[in-house]
């Protein structure tokens, strides 16, 4: 099992960027597939990006071009990059760790996908 704190979030204004991190214990972090998602108050989580594990880093459609997703494996880290921020990107966002390898790059859409989660960090974007 791997075990994810997530980091980074805060009140921004649209348009801003943020850049959230999470740091994963465990000795085999490089094996698993890497994924954030989101939640925002009344809604269903959501997908938002993910590095497979063969390296495919596929993205959902509302922040393609504005989010970039990246690990460090040396450092245990995962980061979310995240430009041109709006008001709709307003959420609690988490980390997570799957350790499937799938050649489906839509088998890392689902959240049942994941095995680990992280606690979330608040993204709030003001307009």
């Known amino acids: 099992q791997v075990q994810l704190v997530e980091s980074g979030g805060g009140l921004v204004q649209a348009g801003d960027s943020l850049r959230l991190s999470c740091a994963a214990s465990?000795?085999?972090?490089?094996?698993?597939?890497m994924g954030w998602f989101r939640q925002a108050p009344g809604k269903e989580r959501e997908f938002v990006a993910a590095?497979?594990?063969?390296?495919?880093?596929p993205y959902a459609d509302s922040v393609k071009g504005r989010f970039t997703i990246s690990r460090d494996s040396d450092k245990n880290m995962v980061y979310l990059q995240m430009n041109s921020l709006k008001p709709e990107d307003t959420a609690a966002y988490y980390c997570?760790?799957?350790?499937?390898?799938?050649?489906?790059?839509?088998?890392?859409?689902?959240?049942?996908?994941?095995?680990?989660w992280g606690q979330g960090t608040q993204v709030t974007v003001s307009s």
């Open positions: 590095i497979t594990w063969n390296g495919g880093t």
């Open positions: 997570c760790a799957a350790a499937a390898k799938s050649y489906r790059e839509s088998y890392y859409y689902q959240a049942g996908g994941y095995d680990c």
């Open positions: 465990g000795r085999t972090f490089s094996s698993y597939a």
